[in-house]
C-alpha cells in the first residue's frame, strides 16, 4: 500500500502564505514525480505545481496563475514535497491534493493521491 498525507492547509487573509507538506509512504520501490492539483466545487482539478523526484535533473512545473507566487520543492531522502505559497488571493482558495507518479515494490507503476487539503483565503 502506498499512502500521501498532506498538511499545512488552513485559513489565511489575503496577500498571506502557507506551506504545505505532502509525505509518501509505504510499498514504494522509486517516485518519478509528485505534485500540487487544487479543485473546486464544480470544476475539474487541475495543475498547481510539479516537480520531478528522481535523475540528477529536476524538472519544475506551476500554472499560470501561481508562477511566481507559489514554489515547489523536494526533499528526496523524505519523499516529501512542499508546496510554499505567497501572495495568496482569494481565487487561491481551494481544496489541494498532492500527487505521485511512482511505482511500487510489486512493480505496479501508478498515480496515487492523497486525501486533500483545504485551504481557504478571506478576509
Known amino acids: 500500500q502506498v499512502q500521501l498525507v498532506e498538511s499545512g492547509g488552513g485559513l489565511v487573509q489575503p496577500g498571506g502564505s502557507l506551506r504545505l507538506s505532502c509525505v509518501a509512504s509505504g510499498s514504494i520501490l522509486s517516485i518519478r514525480a509528485m505534485g500540487w492539483y487544487r479543485q473546486t466545487p464544480g470544476k475539474q482539478r487541475e495543475l498547481v505545481a510539479s516537480i520531478t523526484i528522481g535523475g540528477s535533473t529536476n524538472y519544475v512545473n506551476y500554472a499560470d496563475p501561481v508562477k511566481g507566487r507559489f514554489t515547489i520543492s523536494k526533499d528526496t531522502a523524505q519523499n516529501t514535497v512542499y508546496l510554499q505559497m505567497n501572495s495568496l488571493k482569494p481565487g487561491d482558495t481551494a481544496v489541494y491534493y498532492c500527487?505521485?507518479?511512482?511505482?511500487?515494490?510489486?512493480?505496479?507503476?501508478?498515480?496515487?493521491w492523497g486525501q486533500g487539503t483545504q485551504v481557504t483565503v478571506s478576509s
Open positions: 500527487n505521485a507518479d511512482l511505482m511500487t515494490r510489486t512493480y505496479a507503476h501508478g498515480d496515487y
